[in-house]
């Protein structure tokens, strides 16, 4: 495992614990993965943000959801509407600019109803948009519903809306450059350089497509992060509500 050698280094040199989070998106496709990547997580104590696609819930997946969320690290929130596409020439947004923002409003609205009436209080107020992207316009209606955090990547500018807090993800594990997917040993390079910042790390993951070789990769980087004594593993929520001082 010579390809975490990095991340090790970057935190045995980090002088405070560096604050890190994992959000896994696309809850309602590929259960089968979801249940063996949350396993992972069950293993090492570890939380994960779960962001749900609220009308991909079924009854199955919402009952098996609960049973985990009840005594364990593991967090729920709102990942956009039905995650699908309504841009026909700009890149794909389900809540950007060719929207009017009633639609995106209802859109929001309808699936905060369907979240509750899945998990009721063990909703977190968190929404994230799918493919990390939404229109600014959409703040006053995630706050109208009671969301209190926007959660995307951290290349997204932020929307500075009072009363919405911004936690974004700053890592994707499937991130690429010209087409090209990183491989290990890059996203070993840029985890490391997240934690030399002063900045929460979020490593943004997606079950759905982690395969059981990617999911070992995964195991690894858990494993690691839950063992050193220079990480504080953390929630979304958890770093709104009460955010970690500049380091």
Same mark, same amino acid.
Request: proline content about 9%.
């Given at each position: 495992? &010579?390809?975490?050698?990095?991340?090790?280094?970057?935190?045995?040199?980090?002088?405070?614990?560096?604050?890190?989070?994992?959000?896994?998106?696309?809850?309602?496709?590929?259960?089968?993965?979801?249940?063996?990547?949350?396993?992972?997580?069950? &293993?090492?104590?570890?939380?994960?943000?779960?962001?749900?696609?609220?009308?991909?819930? &079924?009854?199955?997946?919402?009952?098996?959801?609960?049973?985990?969320?009840?005594?364990?690290?593991?967090?729920?929130?709102?990942?956009?509407?039905?995650?699908?596409?309504?841009?026909?020439?700009?890149?794909?947004?389900?809540?950007?600019?060719?929207?009017?923002?009633?639609?995106?409003?209802?859109?929001?609205?309808?699936?905060?109803?369907?979240?509750?009436?899945? +998990?009721?209080?063990?909703?977190?107020?968190? +929404?994230?948009?799918?493919?990390?992207?939404?229109?600014?316009?959409?703040?006053?209606?995630?706050?109208?519903?009671?969301?209190?955090?926007?959660?995307?990547?951290?290349?997204?500018?932020?929307?500075?809306?009072?009363?919405?807090?911004?936690?974004?993800?700053?890592?994707?594990? +499937?991130?690429?450059?010209?087409?090209?997917?990183?491989?290990?040993?890059?996203?070993?390079?840029?985890?490391? @350089? @997240?934690?030399?910042?002063?900045?929460?790390?979020?490593?943004?993951?997606?079950?759905?497509?982690?395969?059981?070789?990617?999911?070992?990769?995964?195991?690894?980087?858990?494993?690691?992060?839950?063992?050193?004594?220079?990480?504080?593993?953390?929630?979304?929520?958890?770093?709104?509500?009460?955010?970690?001082?500049?380091?």
């Amino acid at each position: 495992m &010579r390809w975490l050698d990095p991340i090790r280094a970057a935190l045995d040199a980090s002088p405070y614990p560096c604050p890190v989070f994992f959000r896994d998106d696309d809850a309602g496709w590929a259960d089968q993965r979801l249940f063996a990547l949350l396993d992972v997580f069950d &293993r090492y104590g570890v939380a994960v943000d779960v962001a749900a696609i609220p009308t991909e819930l &079924r009854p199955g997946l919402t009952a098996a959801l609960t049973d985990r969320l009840v005594g364990s690290p593991l967090r729920v929130h709102q990942h956009g509407y039905a995650h699908a596409n309504h841009e026909s020439t700009e890149r794909k947004h389900e809540f950007g600019p060719s929207r009017q923002v009633s639609a995106k409003a209802a859109d929001i609205a309808a699936g905060r109803v369907l979240m509750r009436e899945a +998990f009721g209080e063990l909703c977190d107020p968190i +929404f994230t948009p799918p493919w990390n992207r939404c229109t600014p316009d959409i703040a006053d209606a995630l706050i109208t519903q009671g969301f209190g955090v926007l959660s995307r990547d951290s290349s997204a500018p932020p929307v500075q809306r009072p009363g919405l807090a911004e936690v974004p993800v700053t890592v994707d594990w +499937f991130g690429h450059r010209k087409g090209a997917r990183w491989t290990p040993d890059e996203l070993a390079a840029r985890i490391a @350089a @997240a934690v030399d910042a002063a900045e929460p790390l979020g490593l943004m993951l997606h079950h759905a497509v982690t395969d059981q070789a990617e999911l070992a990769r995964v195991e690894e980087v858990v494993a690691l992060l839950a063992r050193h004594p220079h990480v504080r593993a953390t929630s979304i929520v958890e770093l709104a509500m009460a955010p970690e001082p500049a380091r």
